[in-house]
């Protein structure tokens, strides 16, 4: 069974921190490149972070340039978002997707499994 499982949200302070995982089971991790997306309350999903099948390139939206971080560890087969300097805006439920096709990494459309998503809420 093709599985995503997210963790790691919850609530963070203006400026603080929070590390997402995604465990994968199912497929053969390594041989895919994997994405973060959110969607905020009341907002369509949002593409935010992917990595490369090979870990060798990542790439991030405008607004988490800088901020956030993806990483992957293919032995544990789990994905990683490092989110650092959080701000308000990036309150949202978060997903992490494989992407199984080889398009634009922004279009949700190229990704055939989703996890269920974890909270993350950024409020003082």
């Known amino acids: 069974q093709v599985q995503l499982v997210e963790s790691g949200g919850g609530l963070a302070q203006p400026g603080g921190s929070l590390r997402l995982s995604c465990a994968a089971s199912g497929f053969i991790f390594s041989a895919y490149a994997i994405s973060w997306a959110r969607q905020a309350p009341g907002k369509g999903l949002q593409w935010v972070s992917g990595i490369l099948s090979d870990g060798s390139a990542t790439y991030y939206e405008d607004s988490v340039k800088g901020r956030f971080t993806i990483s992957r560890d293919d032995a544990k087969m789990t994905l990683y978002l490092q989110m650092n300097n959080l701000k308000p805006e990036d309150t949202a439920v978060y997903y992490c997707?494989?992407?199984?096709?080889?398009?634009?990494?922004?279009?949700?459309?190229?990704?055939?499994?989703w996890g269920q998503g974890t909270q993350v809420t950024v409020s003082s």
């Open positions: 997707a494989k992407r199984e096709y080889g398009g634009s990494w922004n279009d949700l459309r190229e990704y055939d499994v």
